[in-house]
């Protein structure tokens, strides 16, 4: 029974009349994750319980889009990851696919703050059978052509939102539009339009920008998949300041993501460029010099040098690391100020030139091989006929 698989190819494999990728011909185990988004490695699928600990009943199912939720096996059933399973829903059921197994459900819950023993956890009532694949596959069929209608209304309706995704519940009893807006959106007349047109129940959702890429998916300026769709599960708030500490052009073309806002992956370095500036002493501090006063310009992280230049003469630079000027910080507040940033400069550049760079290959020259090899001339040897020649004739004896 592999009809189910249509609903797990991601867009890159684009799914036949059977169901089966066309792309990656993985069978919905997409080699760049697509297929399955969020998913989370069982590390534990091969080790045995202890004989006195009960088998975990908790399963994670995965809807659309990577949508995800926790449920309870009351009636023991035999889970495996893969399998389609009915879901309790309100009203009705839901259809989903098993993503995790055992004790690391117990882990993911930790992590997302969900209570075994909350309203939050519905119970599992079967494993799917043909007719509710059918079913499921059906109105997934549908969701398409539904976006498309239903944002035609909303343009008609002069609504201020943008309706992202439609999400169908497995039995088809109801059908979820997720939508985004800047304000707050009046959708009573709405609701009413798409129960006429739909003929279904309607549940409107508001996401926002960032939630609505993870939920559609792409490739980033990176050439990879986005991280909100793939693996990223938490949204933490990105400042413009995370792109100053690392020294980066605020370009907003640059610096947004496919959801217009600030790229997530700014936050991913932020920690070990921090941990880095630690060493440096602050740009605002101006450097006090009997010649003048020295205003920093710019910094280099990596290399760990400052640049500064004197009031009045912005266009000379000096290149200073950052030992040297907290040495200077401290003479100028000792009131023994250094006579100028010139003699540090030329200092270094003398114990640049002092400094005996040897080969450790053997002293060899770059350029030996650019000569070519003489050849050694070949001493010509006679022909036989000459030798014949050569040869004195014998007298008789």
């Not at 609903?7 to 185990?29: E, V, W």
């Not at 975990?56 to 659309?64: D, G, T």
């Not at 000096?318 to 910080?329: A, Y």
């Not at 030329?346 to 020259?365: L, P």
Request: proline residues 3%; aromatic residues 8%; contains cysteine.
């Amino acid at each position: 029974m592999f009809q189910y698989i249509d609903y797990m190819a991601c867009g890159n494999c684009s799914t036949g009349k059977d169901g089966a990728p066309r792309g990656c011909k993985n069978n919905g185990t997409c080699g760049t994750d697509s297929c399955n988004k969020l998913n989370v490695f069982d590390w534990l699928s091969n080790m045995t319980l202890p004989q006195d600990q009960e088998e975990c009943k908790l399963v994670e199912v995965r809807f659309k889009n990577g949508r995800k939720h926790f449920y309870k096996n009351t009636e023991n059933l035999s889970l495996l990851m893969g399998d389609v399973v009915a879901v309790e829903a309100s009203p009705g059921h839901d259809i989903g696919i098993i993503t995790l197994t055992g004790e690391l459900v117990k882990v993911q819950m930790r992590k997302k703050k969900v209570k075994p023993d909350s309203e939050e956890v519905l119970k599992i009532y079967r494993k799917a059978t043909q007719k509710d694949i059918d079913v499921w596959q059906e109105m997934r069929q549908r969701e398409e052509s539904m976006k498309v209608r239903a944002r035609e209304i909303a343009i008609k309706l002069k609504l201020q939102m943008k309706i992202s995704d439609i999400e169908f519940q497995g039995d088809g009893s109801k059908a979820t539009f997720y939508y985004t807006a800047e304000e707050r959106v009046d959708f009573r007349q709405l609701i009413k339009e798409f129960a006429y047109e739909f003929k279904t129940r309607i549940e409107m959702r508001q996401i926002g920008f960032r939630q609505e890429a993870a939920r559609l998916g792409g490739v980033g300026s990176c050439g990879r998949e986005l991280c909100c769709s793939t693996w990223l599960t938490d949204f933490r708030s990105v400042t413009t300041s995370a792109a100053r500490y690392q020294q980066l052009s605020l370009n907003p073309l640059k610096l947004a993501g496919q959801c217009g806002k600030l790229k997530c992956c700014l936050n991913f370095e932020l920690d070990a460029y921090l941990d880095a500036l630690k060493a440096f002493p602050k740009q605002d501090i101006k450097l006090q010099t009997k010649k003048g006063t020295a205003v920093c310009q710019k910094i280099d992280i990596f290399k760990g040098v400052m640049w500064y230049a004197y009031e009045g003469e912005w266009m000379n630079w000096f290149e200073l690391s950052t030992q040297q000027v907290t040495q200077i910080i401290k003479a100028s507040e000792n009131k023994k100020p250094i006579d100028s940033l010139e003699e540090l400069v030329a200092e270094k550049q003398t114990e640049i030139e002092n400094t005996n760079f040897e080969d450790t290959v053997g002293q060899d020259s770059l350029t030996r091989f650019d000569k070519p090899k003489r050849k050694k001339p070949q001493k010509r040897r006679p022909n036989n006929k000459q030798n014949r020649r050569r040869k004195k004739p014998q007298k008789n004896a």
